[in-house]
């Protein structure tokens, strides 16, 4: 099982940018599938970006299209999550996640992940 710390989050404007950042260890960080969930309090996780470990694919939730960007360095074990144009319905706590070996095209369920960061709070005052 994939360990994961993330970080880079932070307090910032309405249509200011932030960077999150996930560092993996403890498996093979280029076959897992990453992403990014977010989580308000009392509310469930939503999925936010993933990264499949194969052909470079991306999947973006609408609410974050054309505003967020998923990257991965399997050299450095790290995936990232590069937000911009925020909008102070992106306030939450934001979680990465891995599924290994996963190839399909759905990655909105949390229960499909084994492996979770402890989270990183993104706070955008307008």
């Known amino acids: 099982q994939v360990q994961m710390v993330e970080s880079g989050g932070g307090s910032v404007q309405a249509g200011g940018s932030l960077r999150l950042s996930c560092a993996a260890s403890?498996?093979?960080?280029?076959?897992?599938?990453m992403a990014w969930f977010r989580q308000a309090p009392g509310k469930e996780r939503e999925f936010v970006a993933a990264?499949?470990?194969?052909?470079?694919?991306?999947y973006y939730a609408d609410s974050v299209k054309d505003r967020f960007s998923i990257s991965r360095d399997n050299a450095k074990n790290a995936v990232y999550l590069q937000m911009n144009s925020l909008k102070a319905e992106d306030t939450d706590l934001y979680y990465c996640?891995?599924?290994?070996?996963?190839?399909?095209?759905?990655?909105?369920?949390?229960?499909?992940?084994?492996?979770w960061g402890q989270g990183t709070q993104v706070t955008v005052s307008s």
């Open positions: 990264s499949s470990w194969i052909g470079g694919r991306t």
């Open positions: 996640a891995a599924r290994q070996y996963y190839s399909g095209n759905n990655y909105d369920e949390p229960a499909d992940f084994g492996s």
């Open positions: 403890g498996g093979f960080f280029s076959v897992f599938s």
